[in-house]
């Protein structure tokens, strides 16, 4: 069984700084892209970032310039750096990824972690 499991949530200032990392783990032959998304309260699920398996990057433009993805690929693992923190940025983020397991090709997600930013 292939498990993403997330870690890095809590609660935090505005202006202050959080590291989200996300780790693949069990049957798992080749990893595609990876990804964090995000839900507010009553509103959809949207991507904040996402990264190939050759390391270009995507960003949502409400997090452009503060948040970076990265990888590392030996170790299955996905990390989101956030800085300059907002109360906007207060959700459920979500680690996403595109792998090959013994079922196939499959959109695996994980359980969630909680993030909330105070003013």
């Known amino acids: 069984q292939v498990q993403l499991v997330e870690s890095g949530g809590g609660l935090v200032q505005a202006g202050g700084s959080l590291r989200l990392s996300c780790a693949a783990s069990g049957s798992i032959f080749s990893i595609n892209a990876m990804g964090w998304y995000r839900q507010a309260p009553g509103k959809q699920r949207e991507l904040v970032a996402a990264?190939?398996?050759?390391?270009?990057?995507n960003y949502a433009d409400s997090v452009k310039g503060r948040f970076t993805i990265s990888r590392d690929n030996a170790k299955n693992t996905v990390y989101l750096q956030m800085n300059s923190l907002k109360p906007e940025d207060t959700a459920v983020y979500y680690c996403?990824?595109?792998?090959?397991?013994?079922?196939?090709?499959?959109?695996?997600w994980g359980q969630g972690t909680q993030v909330t930013v105070s003013s």
């Open positions: 990264i190939t398996s050759g390391g270009s990057t």
């Open positions: 996403n990824a595109d792998l090959d397991g013994l079922g196939g090709w499959y959109d695996y």
